[in-house]
């Protein structure tokens, strides 16, 4: 008697030693029952096949192309000539960025104590969530953040013309510095703040896509100044307010 | 010259795109079956994106190249489903793991109306992914026992577990 099983991977011609697919042929050759018994077995694993293919939805298929498109971009990039008056702006964002991992880092190895906040610090007016949250963080953290978001300010204001050749290569370090003061905000518990940055993304991506006008790359530009600046601000009220009270 | 390597490059790009919109969906459909997860199938499919576009140069038969992402997005969604619930696919364990499924994944994949769909949602974690890789993706059992960290004789008696409940489910819904 051969056992389902020896049939299920007689069907799949995978799994049996030369001998057995052998033995289980022979069988099969006189044995209508058995014969009867695979059949069955082979159009009900047949009729397994039949999966519908589930379409991905519109948003991931253009994320997957948007990946591909800012690799080839960076690789184009790193092979064009860089002019050596932004040297030191990229070496200011490649700091900026080393010190986002650090603090990433950081927080996986050894999480840092989170400081009690004084009283006193709460009647702050701090009109926004992801400053209470990130007030309530360690002052390294606010300090290592203050100094990415000062960077990255900085970094937009000074960005060349979109028809510079080194305006691509800026505009991606600026998004991977992005993702990693992201990362250090949801390292550091504060989902607000990552949020914020993960909503920069898609503004910085459509100002690095080339059909983007150039007067929409400004008032893109513009608003995201305006957007860093005042997180600026408010994580100085609330980082001087922790000072003063600590 | 140079512009030889950027034409080469800019086609590579071109048929990366191409394949996106023409195989997209069937990678992302082979990811979900395996991860059961919208947003980990995606996530798996654009790893395989990112990691074949790296190592694109060693790639030679552009004819494959969406099965070439298709296998690593495959790998990918193991990958992330077994980073998921590593507890559940310890070597030791791999034969008797995951035979629970989360209630709420029963739940909804319940109200699909797709027969297969459901009777899949009878299956184990561990039952899913072997039926998936062995008979869907046509991967030899060795090699998913190789990828799994299991023995061959586990990967057998797991699919054979999955067609014989898929066998019983689908016969009910035949008979209702």
Known sequence: MISEDRLILYFYRDGLAEMERQEIAAALNQDQELQQRYQQLSSELQALSQVDEVPAPGYMAQQWHTAISREAQLERQKQAPVAPQRKFFIWGLAASALLCLGVVIGTLIQPLPVAQRPQQAEALPLPDSSVEEVGARSAAFMRGMQYSLSDQHLGLDQLPPSSDESYQLLLMQIIAQNRLIERAAVANKAPELARLMRAFEPLLLKMADASTSPEDVAALRRQLTFELGAMLTKLQQTSSGSVTEI | ?176
């Open chain 2, 1 to 176: 010259m140079v512009a030889n390597t950027e034409s080469m490059q800019s086609l590579t790009e071109s048929e990366f795109h191409q394949a996106i919109a023409r195989s997209g969906d069937y990678w992302y459909s082979a990811c979900l079956r395996i991860t059961k997860n919208p947003q980990l199938a995606a996530d798996a499919v654009q790893d395989a994106l990112l990691n074949a576009w790296k190592k694109r140069h060693q790639f030679e038969q552009k004819a494959l190249l969406t099965t070439w992402i298709h296998r690593i997005a495959v790998n990918s969604a193991l990958s992330l489903l077994r980073s998921q619930h590593p507890e559940r696919w310890t070597a030791e364990d791999i034969d008797v793991a995951a035979d629970t499924i989360p209630q709420e994944t029963l739940a909804s994949s319940r109200q699909a109306a797709e027969q297969l769909n459901q009777a899949m949602t009878e299956l184990t974690e561990l039952e899913r992914v072997c039926f998936t890789l062995k008979h869907l993706e046509q991967w030899r059992i060795t090699e998913i026992a190789e990828e799994l960290g299991s023995s061959a004789n586990a990967i057998k008696q797991a699919v054979f577990r999955a067609v014989s409940k898929l066998r019983v489910s689908l016969a009910d819904h035949r008979s209702e």
